[in-house]
């Protein structure tokens, strides 16, 4: 991955018939006649949508890839199509690469040559990423109807994030493509979009018998497309262009055999395999599909996987060991949006990025509609100058104030309602939301019930169904695939007592205000040392003490104190002088924890196996290994947010659900691995300490 964190967007030239032009490249983003109609032909019809999406049944979905996304243009036209020929039921994937992402200006203006497109366009310009971070942007439309997900990146980059893995025996993706739309600027202007190598992953990333269709009927590009593998053939092209290319997939992609590959360093840098999940099929296309799940854990991380899972159709029970939902680390009644990315492309920071990018879109309708929580936005305070300087270099680094911006003290204090020591970091579509709220949200209609059993043994039966017994042995659920989003209750497990989750105790504290005190006036949430909310139902919510390794939820007076402490230090005169410990109530619950701050989300491994199977990394850390990982089949683990469980769990969710439901993946490769729970395992062995 490139080491920049982000990209810095289109530069366009604008004609006086309204058209851009892109001046990297010195060529148009669609016809001059009527874009909308060369979408139409050249795509659409060429492609056989409408045809192939009548014949879909409920449930199925289909996908398209493309190179080239500029304006929106071809994605909305799909849209618009899809909807008007799939079933309700069936699900549309767009995944689309873009180097020079337009700012939502330019596409506004662009697309308001298409009237007809309007409404969609609206909804795409909404949920535009307010960053352009490299790597995958995934947003839905539709009640989730329509996905598109963005590779913000160079075109080969781009299309292999979509890969399970770079590994040549492993270049297949998760879910394939069925269609292609090859629309990246004309051969002569942009000659990179139409290498050998992209056109190639185009092929391993593409189903049997995937289509594909192009405005160019360069015969440079014919022969690069068949020598990838695709049979084409010149077709009329639109409006005073001759010609143009359709074509389909003519045979199998490349699948090297099991001696192609050394167990060896590559010339070209190919990482090994142990992160693709060969274990599990999704729902769709699979022999023996995962039908019921289970899920053990009721707080965000649980009650987000369960109704992800539900809406693609699979029966879902959730079981905790407490009555209800969000009662342990997910219960308290106020928690901020906020994550900390930082200047480098670092797997951590990429993460906390798209994270936060998603989690803001995902919880857009909650705040709108649940009336728990506020997009007042969220301030970072700048402790001192080294601080404020990394909060400069992230706003650069982001190359526009889209996300967050920079303030200093008198701007802060005015967006605050009250006098602030400085200024800092402003996320404007930040805010607070009550974990317990989001909880009922999620499951509202979705026809998930919680049901109280403390699990205390997973048991596999060998047609490979699951039995979730209590501590007298008694079956409490079955189910073919099982979900733990039960936090530190992983170690009860003999499946995941190994992956490494550490108990970090946490205090939060309120107290009522009076009428007349000054906490009223708070309008953002505000970060330094801890976090306050803005006061909801007269009450002031702050905290939180942090206590490693210390599995008591017993509320403490020195914490209490600490945590008054910590805020009067932080926003001076925010909590009158009359406070005291005694006058404060006080909620102690768990977080959950990993050694490197990232959650642990997607299959369990088989230790033992995975052990034998990549003992060569501990002689040689860099060996490129073409063995697939050992994963114990239909368990997956969802854990260890810490104290950003808002930010981090819709965006680890839905990575979790592309790889049970056989989906494209929101995040890219290099992310995956940072998330997958052997991670810790790879590590040991490189490092020779297992």
């Known amino acids: 991955m490139n080491e920049s964190l982000a990209l810095a967007g289109a530069c366009l030239d604008w004609g006086d018939d309204g058209q851009p032009r892109s001046r990297v490249h010195g060529d148009v983003y669609f016809s001059t006649e009527d874009g909308l109609a060369e979408t139409r032909h050249v795509f659409i019809d060429q492609n056989d949508l409408p045809e192939r999406w009548a014949s879909l049944r409920p449930g199925d979905d289909f996908v398209i890839g493309e190179t080239g996304f500029g304006t929106g243009l071809n994605f909305l036209a799909a849209w618009h199509a899809w909807g008007q020929t799939a079933p309700r039921e069936a699900t549309l994937h767009f995944l689309s690469v873009e180097r020079h992402p337009l700012s939502p200006a330019d596409l506004r203006r662009a697309l308001s040559t298409f009237p007809e497109l309007g409404q969609l366009a609206d909804e795409l310009i909404a949920a535009w990423p307010t960053a352009y971070a490299r790597g995958l942007h995934r947003l839905r439309f539709d009640v989730g109807r329509v996905c598109l997900t963005l590779a913000f990146e160079e075109v080969l980059p781009g299309l292999e994030a979509f890969l399970e893995s770079r590994h040549p025996r492993h270049r297949r993706p998760k879910r394939a493509v069925d269609a292609w739309f090859l629309d990246g600027f004309a051969p002569a202007q942009n000659p990179d979009m139409w290498r050998r190598e992209v056109l190639e992953t185009m092929a391993d990333l593409s189903a049997p018998r995937a289509t594909l269709a192009t405005f160019t009927a360069a015969g440079s590009v014919r022969r690069a497309l068949r020598d990838a593998g695709f049979d084409v053939e010149k077709v009329a092209g639109f409006g005073r262009k001759r010609d143009m290319i359709r074509g389909r997939l003519g045979r199998p992609p490349r699948r090297p055999g099991p001696d192609a590959f050394p167990s060896s360093p590559h010339p070209d840098g190919h990482p090994h395999a142990w992160a693709v999940d060969s274990a599990e099929a999704g729902p769709r296309g699979a022999s023996h599909p995962p039908r019921t799940v289970a899920v053990v854990g009721a707080g965000l991380a649980g009650c987000h996987a369960a109704a992800a899972l539900a809406r693609r159709g699979l029966e879902v029970t959730l079981i905790d060991a407490e009555p209800g939902l969000a009662s342990a680390g997910s219960g308290n009644r106020q928690g901020v949006l906020y994550a900390r990315p930082a200047p480098s492309a670092t797997q951590a920071s990429r993460f ?55 303030i200093d003290r008198e701007t802060a204090s005015e967006a605050a309602g009250l006098l602030l020591p400085g200024g800092g970091l402003r996320y404007r579509e930040s805010g607070w939301l009550s974990p317990p709220a989001v909880c009922r949200w999620l499951l509202a209609g979705s026809r998930v019930e919680p049901c109280q059993a403390r699990i205390e043994k997973l048991d596999q039966r060998p047609d490979g169904a699951w039995q979730l017994l209590d501590r007298e042995g008694r079956t409490r659920a079955e189910a073919d695939l099982v979900v733990l989003a039960c936090a530190t209750g992983l170690a009860q497990f003999d499946a995941t007592r190994d992956l490494p989750v550490q108990a970090v105790r946490g205090q939060v504290t309120e107290f009522a205000l009076k009428a007349d005190d000054v906490a009223h006036s708070l309008r953002l949430a505000l970060c330094a040392e801890g976090y306050v909310s803005p006061a909801s ?154």
Not at 382 to 403: F, I, N, S, T, W
Not at 545 to 557: G, K, L, N
């Open 352 to 406: 906390n990025l798209a994270a936060l990018l998603f989690a803001q879109r995902h919880y857009r309708s909650f705040w709108k509609s649940a009336g728990a929580g506020e997009a007042c936005g969220v301030l970072h305070l700048a402790q001192d100058d080294r601080d404020a300087d990394r909060q400069r270099a992230l706003v650069d680094a982001l190359h526009h104030p889209g996300l967050c911006e920079t």
């Open 537 to 690: 139902e007269k009450r002031l919510s702050f905290g939180a003490s942090f206590v490693p390794d210390d599995a008591s939820t017993d509320t403490r007076p020195a914490e209490t104190a600490e945590n008054l402490a910590r805020l009067r230090r932080n926003v001076p005169g925010l909590v009158p002088d009359r406070i005291t410990a005694a006058d404060c109530d006080d909620r102690a619950a768990l977080r959950c924890a990993t050694p490197d701050r990232l959650p642990l989300v997607g299959p369990v491994p088989e230790i033992g196996v995975m052990e034998e199977r990549f003992a060569l990394l501990r002689k040689n850390a860099q060996a490129a290994i073409g063995e697939a990982g050992a994963w114990r089949r239909g368990l997956y683990v969802s854990a260890g947010y810490g104290s950003r469980g808002l930010a981090y769990i819709p965006l680890a969710t839905e990575c979790l659900v592309a790889q049970i439901c056989a989906e494209p993946p929101p995040i890219d490769g290099e992310l995956r691995e940072a998330l997958n729970p052997a991670r810790f395992l790879i590590r040991d062995l490189k490092r020779n300490r297992r």
